[in-house]
């Protein structure tokens, strides 16, 4: 099956840590309703969203991108050993994500760049790994790109009392372990990068802060030759919010943020013919969008997971 693509000088490959039912499609996305997701049924099923349940359907998966000699990551999941009380199916994980990174050939010393698309315990995990009952870095010589918007946001220094996200708890219980295990270790370290409203990678790949998700969540941007891609981390978590971009999901902290962040982002993604790679979405894992009046429709799944190799 193939996991990578070819945009450009540019290759992509999905790496998946996790899938698996999260909760009800409904929860998940509060203002669908039942009737969006069956009349979708023929492609949403079974990939997206199990019609017999009503359950959503997701990936956690890692994007390992390489431009110009050098190997990126863009996000990281949920990790393993990881403490997550507020979401106990990604609570203290025994993964084989390194060993599969492996298999795509890569060492954890391999890696140029770390990215996390925002700060969320499904986006940092693998930042770090627990050595002698310490969390230290998982890629020893990787720079990690951090929105310093994010890091102030969730750092508990700052007395932050925000509930983590959608689920209703503490914050001590939820986002502030998270941080002490997968965000402070890299900062500590020395290795990670507060960046502000841009960062260049190299002349392919560029980030920007697109908030609404997070104050700090951001997508990258991929331009190379006569292709373009944009990694779009939770801006969406499912492509009923590509049909119609107003649909928020109850993991956004500001839902109409988010909503006009997504629109921007889709229009600019319809325009340029540019790959949309979300961070959650199984099957073919990402797609090509046109405009259809004020929303959007998929024009073409992504070969992932197809025997097929686009370029």
């Not at 939820?174 to 002349?203: C, K, R, T």
């Amino acid at each position: 099956m193939a996991q990578t693509i070819t945009l450009g000088d540019v290759s992509i490959t999905r790496v998946v840590e996790w899938e698996g039912d999260i909760a009800p499609a409904l929860d998940v996305v509060p203002d669908s309703t039942p009737e969006l997701w069956e009349a979708n049924r023929s492609w949403l099923a079974p990939d997206f969203w199990d019609p017999e349940t009503g359950l959503y359907r997701a990936h956690m998966q890692t994007w390992v991108v390489r431009s110009e000699g050098k190997t990126i990551l863009v996000d990281t999941g949920a990790g393993n050993d990881k403490d997550r009380p507020y979401l106990p199916i990604l609570s203290r994980l025994s993964t084989g994500f390194l060993d599969d990174l492996a298999q795509a050939g890569l060492r954890p010393e391999d890696v140029d760049y770390v990215i996390n698309t925002h700060v969320h315990a499904d986006h940092v995990g693998w930042n770090t790994v627990l050595v002698d009952r310490e969390w230290v870095p998982t890629f020893p010589n990787a720079k990690y790109l951090i929105n310093n918007i994010d890091f102030e946001f969730w750092n508990p220094v700052n007395g932050t009392d925000r509930k983590a996200v959608a689920f209703g708890l503490p914050a001590h219980l939820g986002n502030q372990n998270m941080f002490e295990d997968s965000v402070a270790p890299v900062h500590q370290a020395g290795q990670a990068v507060l960046w502000e409203d841009s960062y260049v990678i190299d002349a392919n790949l560029r980030l920007d802060v697109a908030a609404g998700h997070t104050p700090g969540s951001a997508v990258v941007t991929l331009r190379s030759g006569t292709d373009s891609a944009v990694f779009v981390g939770d801006m969406m978590h499912s492509p009923v919010q590509i049909l119609d971009p107003d649909l928020h999901t109850c993991f956004d902290e500001d839902a109409k943020e988010a909503s006009a962040t997504r629109r921007r982002v889709l229009e600019w993604a319809a325009d340029h013919n540019a790959l949309v790679l979300p961070a959650h979405f199984p099957g073919s894992g990402a797609a090509e969008v046109r405009r259809t009046g004020s929303r959007f429709e998929i024009k073409e799944w992504a070969a992932f997971g197809r025997d097929a190799e686009t370029s």
